[in-house]
């Protein structure tokens, strides 16, 4: 069992650090909404989805047909990044338009806003299967999975020890934290990154600072929905699948490692990613890949019955005055 | 007049907080909202920079009608207001929410804030402190600083006293005096009857959601059934305040 858990150690890192960024870059869609709101955006996994599709659209309509290699293979990853954030982004700004807004302006009850969620997540769902997939996508069955051409060489770029390094890998990993620190850049520099500060701190008193709310809302969404966008792209790169649902179970992995880092915690969302990724992946030596979620949700259990606040706790907000 | 309301009423849900509010604020002035919990002072003063929305009456500043205009954007016409409970940003240092009180507007803010740390020379001696750990007195510092920050023609001030030792408390009230020399309008929500309206040049005295009395302050100091009602036992006694949103 330990001669198991060594020989796999190194490709098992790999593989939850790939893992783990992802789940780190959609956990930051989680964390910011409920930052600036208080909202668990359900709905957050299918932002996450139409990321892989804004990708898919693009892949289909250039007709990419073999690994691309490179200038033309960054060209490519530029594109698609820039189309999946805005897909993505639009995506989480409308959401947030026609399910959450409304509700807000009436000062209905947070538990509203949230079978709202629940509600946009099923139709978003149920659109891409029965709408956008057949139709679009020329699909004929819109719950199946859809393969998508492999859009880069992945032979191993270097080994560490017995561990392959593919360059898919490499680039979801690295891409993913240069993702978290602009974004940390963002909120913690910018001038609108103060008035989501402010607004995360209290909203009341954001207003008498001449903070204009509802657009602070938007581009929280937007932000979050980008990364998400990112992440779905990501995974299509790794994966070269995608699917109507293929938001579900990833998105409670993100929503889950939000809450283990500490919910409303930005550099929380990446360390609770990464951990999450890297536990599954390890526990699945001694288990077998079966357990995987069993294992993350454990372990997510036990965290919280010690530190009910996640791993570094709130701070976007941080315990109000 | 700088600031006219006339008839304004507010409601909670079916809850009518404010039964028809009618005040004046001239320019220069200090003019202090006295009375009990639940008077409706608080919600005045929300009701003013925009958090609650009118459902009848009018708000009128500077002559224009402000009724409707959003609270972010009353910031910017010259509203300022130092809330109730502070409402100091936990996370962020003394500097930053002085800075987030100029969110709004654009230039150079050192003579802003060079003014600012000059009231206030104990937020100077702690600009790097995160806001959620200051002592009660520091964030009434803060909140007044950062709401003198968005430059007000009128400035709102939700109980500053509300918690604070009989020193700080006179030290505070020193400081809006010297605030109001400067030029700038003052309109102060206040528990501790007497010292407002040793301060205020003007009163009005708040129940259950209506005007009761308004007068020069001075006479309100005098009178029987204001020293009956409110000047009783409260002289230096910091309240406990329960919160009049619900």
């Known amino acids: 069992m330990l001669n198991d858990f060594i020989d796999q150690f190194g490709p098992s890192t790999v593989g939850g650090l790939a893992a783990g960024a992802i ?16 909202l668990i955006n359900f709905a957050h996994s299918e932002i996450f989805m139409i990321g892989t599709f804004s990708g898919l659209a693009v892949i289909m309509t250039l007709g990419v047909s073999e690994p691309q290699s490179g200038i033309a293979l960054i060209g490519l990853l ?10 993505s982004g639009a995506a989480a700004v409308a959401l947030e338009q026609i399910a959450y807004r409304p509700l807000r ?62 360059p898919d890998h490499l680039i979801v990993i690295v891409a993913s934290i240069a993702m978290m620190i602009a974004l940390d850049f963002f909120v913690n520099r910018s001038r609108i990154g103060r008035g989501i500060r402010a607004t995360a701190q209290n909203p009341e ?40 649902n293929i938001g579900f ?63 570094l706790g709130e701070s976007l907000q941080v315990a109000r005055a | ?121 104990r937020l100077a001696e702690r600009k790097t402190q995160f806001g959620g750990t200051m002592s009660g007195g520091e964030q009434q510092m803060v909140a007044i600083g950062r709401a003198l920050m968005t430059k007000p023609r009128v400035l709102l001030l939700d109980e500053p006293s509300m918690g604070l030792a009989p020193l700080l408390v006179a030290q505070i009230f020193d400081i809006i005096r010297e605030i109001n020399r400067r030029g700038t309008t003052v309109l102060l929500v206040e528990q501790n009857a007497s010292q407002a309206l040793q301060l205020a040049h003007r009163a009005y005295v708040l129940e259950t959601g209506q005007v009761l009395k308004s007068a020069p302050a001075a006479d309100l100091l005098n009178d029987p059934e204001v020293r009956a009602a409110y000047l009783g036992g409260d002289l230096g006694q910091p309240e406990e305040e329960t919160s009049e949103t619900g």
């Open chain 1, 249 to 311: 179970v990833l998105g409670i992995k993100a929503f889950t490692a939000a809450v283990l880092g500490g919910i409303g915690n930005l550099r929380g969302a990446l360390l609770g990613g990464l951990a999450l990724g890297l536990i599954e992946n390890w526990g699945a030596i001694f288990f077998g890949s079966a357990w995987k979620d069993v294992i993350a949700f454990t372990v997510l259990v036990v965290i919280l019955m010690f530190r009910p606040t996640g791993i």
């Open chain 1, 23 to 38: 789940y780190a870059l959609i956990a930051l869609g989680y964390t910011m909404v409920y930052g600036v709101l208080r």
């Open chain 1, 205 to 244: 008193t954001a207003v008498l600072m001449g903070i204009n709310i509802d657009r602070i809302v938007r581009i929280t969404f937007f932000v979050g929905g980008c990364m998400a966008g990112i992440a779905g792209l990501l995974y299509l790169l790794q994966f070269e699948e995608t699917r109507y």
């Open chain 1, 78 to 87: 530029l594109l698609l990044s820039v189309v999946a954030m805005v897909g």
């Open chain 2, 1 to 121: 007049m700088l600031l006219e309301i006339s008839d304004m009423r507010v409601h909670y849900g079916k809850i009518e907080a404010l039964k028809g509010i009618s005040l004046e604020v001239d320019e220069g002035e200090i003019v202090t909202l006295i009375g009990a919990n639940g008077a409706g002072k608080t919600t005045t003063l929300k009701t003013i920079s925009g958090l609650r929305p009118v459902s009848s009456g009018s708000i009128r500043f500077q002559g224009k009608n402000i009724t409707k205009v959003p609270g972010h954007k009353r910031v910017l016409l010259g509203i300022g207001q130092s809330p109730e409970g502070r409402g100091v940003f936990p996370g962020m240092t003394v500097h930053e929410n002085l800075l987030m009180g100029a969110y709004a507007r654009k230039g150079d803010l050192s003579k802003d804030l060079e003014e600012v740390y000059g009231l206030f020379p």
């Open chain 1, 105 to 166: 302006k009436k000062g209905s009850s947070r538990l509203a806003a949230l079978i709202s969620a629940i509600g946009a997540s099923i139709f978003l769902q149920e659109l891409f299967a029965i709408v956008v997939i057949p139709h679009l996508y020329d699909h004929p069955r819109g719950r199946d999975n859809i393969g998508t051409q492999q859009l880069l060489d992945k032979e191993p770029l270097f080994t560490l020890g017995n561990t392959d390094v593919r």
